[in-house]
């Protein structure tokens, strides 16, 4: 699990592309302390696994389902990433929970200033995330915890501080390019819940068993709503 607050921007040093399958070789030095093979590494808030490393880089693989759906496919030799190591037990909780598991991807349509801020006006590739963002809300965007300032029909709004934004590659992004995007995962689990709270309701209709699940009428008959 993480956090969503970057440590250190790394710097791509190769990319071994064989298909969709591919081997990020990845400058860092942060990250690189009490590292082991084996542990999680979220790279542009995508999760993933420490195959090898040395005093000043690491090397991770990248599977065709990971290829597909987010945006290391356009990663280039000398592009920064967003680096954060899984959270240790017991540390502080200063972001919200990040599991490094990309839903979409997202353009960025615009980007202004606002006082000592920069906004960044983004769209979803795909509608359905749109369900999953509500104004005030998390959102990771390549690996970073923000708050939406916006969100209707599956376009959204963010705003970064200074601090944020010299600390992160999102200094670098600039309108048309594709950032990846993890929606809050506690309401993923709840409308998830809702759905099959909803299954099971029909399956009452038809006579047959219910196997449980959150319905609307349960959380108004509860005083959730």
Do not use: W
Request: aromatic content about 6%; overall charge neutral.
């Amino acid at each position: 699990m993480f956090t969503g607050l970057v440590e250190e921007v790394g710097r791509l040093q190769s990319v071994l592309k064989r298909g969709e399958a591919m081997v990020l070789h990845i400058r860092a030095s942060k990250v690189l302390d009490g590292m082991k093979l084996g542990d999680s590494i979220a790279v542009n808030g995508v999760c993933l696994t420490s195959t090898s490393y040395d005093g000043v880089s690491f090397m991770a693989d990248v599977m065709p389902q990971t290829f597909r759906h987010t945006n290391l496919k356009d990663l280039k030799p000398g592009d920064p990433v967003n680096l954060e190591r899984a959270m240790a037990a017991g540390g502080r909780f200063g972001g919200h929970i990040v599991q490094g598991h990309v839903d979409g991807l997202a353009t960025i349509v615009r980007r202004t200033s606002d006082a000592n801020a920069v906004v960044y006006e983004l769209r979803a590739s795909r509608p359905e995330m749109a369900k999953y963002m509500i104004s005030q809300g998390s959102i990771t965007i390549d690996g970073i915890s923000l708050t939406l300032t916006r969100a209707e029909h599956g376009e959204f709004s963010v705003s970064i501080i200074p601090h944020t934004l010299a600390q992160t590659a999102l200094q670098s992004k600039m309108p048309g390019d594709m950032v990846n995007i993890e929606c809050d995962v506690l309401g993923k689990y709840v409308d998830h819940l809702l759905r099959y709270g909803r299954q099971g309701a029909e399956n009452d209709t038809k006579g047959t068993d219910r196997s449980g699940g959150l319905s609307t009428a349960f959380l108004a008959e509860h005083g959730f709503m």
